[in-house]
């Protein structure tokens, strides 16, 4: 496999490159595999603190990147569209065998809110499990609906933790309604 090297913004630009930005996976894959096939070194552009701010390739290939990424955007936003359905069905499926008593409103506030796509909310986590998602996702709906929590954290003087532990009860006595 043919190199890849990592160099600054402002290392001169090799000969027939181009640099393609950091932010569409589809491009920096499909970049990244055709380099290689080409058997031509790929050049990671990072920051002085290491955030990768994009690659350099020949321009041969990110030109038939782009091509290739604006002929297959509408298939590939199809396909992340029944994904995400698919995904939501399982976590509501999920939600009702946990929590069969939750009002249907508050169920649904749940996976608009805590599965909300590209929010780094906990039901959007992909370390966890799909029951250790949905439980979170309600009791963070819970903790912020139905206790003070969020009073103990304005009011000052109280970190997350020590809030968390005071409405423990709360959240548990609301939740054991809803199993």
């Given at each position: 496999?043919?190199?890849?090297?990592?160099?600054?913004?402002?290392?001169?630009?090799?000969?027939?490159?181009?640099?393609?930005?950091?932010?569409?996976?589809?491009?920096?894959?499909?970049?990244?595999?055709?380099?290689?096939?080409?058997?031509?070194?790929?050049?990671?552009?990072?920051?002085?603190?290491?955030?990768?701010?994009?690659?350099?390739?020949?321009?041969?290939?990110?030109?038939?990147?782009?091509?290739?990424?604006?002929?297959?955007?509408?298939?590939?936003?199809?396909?992340?569209?029944?994904?995400d359905a698919a995904a939501l069905s399982k976590a509501r499926a999920c939600l009702t065998r946990l929590f069969a008593?939750?009002?249907?409103?508050?169920?649904?506030?749940?996976?608009?809110?805590?599965?909300?796509k590209e929010s780094g909310r906990v039901g959007r986590l992909g370390g966890l499990g799909l029951e250790e998602r949905?439980?979170?996702?309600?009791?963070?709906?819970?903790?912020?609906?139905?206790?003070?929590?969020?009073?103990?954290?304005?009011?000052?003087?109280?970190?997350?933790?020590?809030?968390?532990?005071r409405v423990g009860g709360e959240i548990e006595g609301v939740l054991g309604k809803w199993r």
């Open positions: 496999m043919p190199p890849e090297i990592q160099v600054s913004p402002t290392t001169p630009m090799p000969r027939g490159y181009t640099f393609l930005p950091k932010g569409i996976p589809y491009k920096t894959l499909h970049t990244r595999k055709l380099t290689h096939a080409a058997n031509q070194p790929l050049y990671i552009v990072a920051s002085k603190n290491k955030t990768t701010l994009g690659l350099r390739a020949p321009t041969h290939i990110i030109k038939k990147v782009h091509i290739r990424a604006k002929a297959t955007l509408t298939s590939r936003r199809l396909a992340t569209t029944h994904r008593k939750m009002p249907e409103g508050k169920k649904e506030h749940v996976l608009r809110h805590g599965f909300k949905v439980r979170s996702a309600v009791g963070a709906h819970v903790r912020h609906r139905f206790t003070g929590y969020d009073g103990l954290l304005r009011g000052g003087g109280v970190g997350r933790g020590v809030g968390r532990r």
